[in-house]
């Protein structure tokens, strides 16, 4: 019964390429029967597209980016704030690569974002035909996260979508769910092969293995190439052990494939290097440049990588100017010291503070964004309402208020304006 729960879990958006918001189809939809589950589980390969950013709005990802690199192994908590800014800002002006590092950073613990904030970002996501919006909020349901309950068979619903929509994550994933022979492997196969094309390196790599397996070596062959482009280092070695010759009865390393000495030590070249930098993500987008599968033959090649010569080159990008901060804040109304949505602005939310309104005077329980309260007889000089920031601790001051002063009747109150110790609350 589990297992028909899973495979219905999985059909249930194969067909379905909208552009839905949440949530998915009504949850208690009839179970069907199991052959038609195995009907349904027809997959068509679909890539993500992201859509292109503004160039503006790329100059804060590109130097986001490049101090996240540089910041992999010193891990620097300052550092860390200034790329959560950074991303931030561009991410609420509909960055999507920095959307999705922005919370792919919070789920690691690096950046902090708040539940509501998942939620919505994912949603821009979902918004903009991105797929991996659709895989944040699977994500966010199977852990029971970002304000929303943990729920498997809607987790699996979102993770299907994500795969139709293009999702190479989620298609790697499903097609592990569904790769036992009692279950959809030809469909895991599609699965899998659509997400190496789209440089997922554990996908290219289980591919590999799967096709090798079952005696498909040439395709076994393309499947690890993919994986050594996407940076994968077992590919990496399957290939230089598959190139020296090795024994049918050898069937871990066998790939039908003469000995080739000279290709077997490029890829042990490549493959160390991968080793040797799998935390930073290399990749070999030129691999079938300096090794094309046979039968080509091999160019001269010099050892070296792209990848590894711009990280040793490690050339800044260009880094935001105070100007362009300002320009991609003030409309949105973003504090370009944090990149926060402030009062006003259409992400805002202080849902998850709580405190008593407080008098001038008073240290500011809770930081966040305080406002003056007014009524009828209290308000501000200008008519707009005073919202300031204040840091727990702070002491909430007095402010210039126009007030109405009672007289002796039969004389009316008397407008004035003045400092009064008024009354805070949370904006």
């Known amino acids: 019964m589990r297992r028909l729960l899973l495979l219905a879990c999985l059909t249930l958006t194969a067909c379905d390429k909208g552009n839905d918001s949440l949530p998915p189809p009504d949850k208690d939809s009839p179970m069907k029967s199991l052959a038609a589950i195995k009907d349904n589980l027809a997959f068509t390969c679909t890539h993500e597209v992201i859509p292109p950013a503004s160039a503006d709005n790329d100059v804060l990802f590109q130097y986001a980016r490049w101090l996240e690199k540089n910041n992999q192994l010193k891990q620097d908590p300052t550092t860390d704030l200034e790329i959560t800014r950074l991303y931030r800002i561009a991410a609420e002006n509909g960055h999507v690569k920095a959307t999705i590092n922005l919370q792919n950073g919070s789920l690691r ?26 895989y944040f909020v699977s994500l966010f349901l199977k852990n029971g996260i970002a304000d929303l309950k943990k729920d498997m068979e809607m987790s699996l619903r979102f993770l299907r979508k994500a ?8 298609q790697y994933e499903i097609g592990d769910a569904l790769a036992p022979r009692d279950r959809a492997p030809d469909v895991a196969r599609e699965m899998r092969r659509c997400a190496a094309e789209q440089g997922h390196g554990p996908a290219a ?25 996407a940076g994968h280092e077992t590919s990496a070695s399957f290939l230089q052990k598959g190139f020296r010759g090795p024994d049918p009865t050898d069937e871990l390393h066998y790939l039908e ?23 930073a993500h290399p990749k070999v987008p030129e691999i079938n440049d300096i090794l094309p599968l046979p039968p080509a033959k091999l160019p001269p090649w010099d050892g070296k990588l792209q990848w590894l010569e711009a990280r040793e080159a490690n050339v800044p990008p260009e880094k935001p100017s105070p ?20 009062p006003g602005a259409k992400g805002f939310s202080q849902a998850h503070l709580s405190a008593k309104n407080c008098l001038a005077g008073t240290p500011c329980p809770v930081s966040g964004y305080w406002q003056v309260v007014e009524h009828e007889e209290l308000r501000t000089p200008g008519g707009r309402p005073i919202i300031r920031h204040f840091a727990q601790g702070d002491v909430f001051p007095v402010e210039q208020m126009r007030y109405y002063e009672a007289r002796l009747w039969p004389l009316p109150k008397r407008l004035c304006e003045g400092p009064v110790q008024v009354m805070w609350r949370l904006a």
């Open 163 to 170: 795969a139709d929509q293009g999702s190479a994550q989620a």
């Open 257 to 279: 494939l003469e000995e080739d000495l000279e290709r077997a030590d490029r890829y042990k070249t490549i493959w160390r290097i991968l080793a040797r930098y799998s935390y």
């Open 323 to 342: 100007e362009l901060i300002r320009r991609l804040t003030e409309d949105l109304k973003l504090d370009p010291a944090t990149g926060r949505p402030m």
């Open 109 to 134: 613990g690096k950046y902090q974002l708040r539940g509501h904030e998942h939620l919505r970002f994912s949603q821009a996501l979902i918004d903009a035909d991105v797929a991996t919006g659709y």
């Open 205 to 229: 790599n289980i591919l590999g293995v799967y096709l090798q397996d079952r005696g498909a070596y040439k395709e076994a062959l393309e499947a690890f190439q993919l994986g050594v482009a």
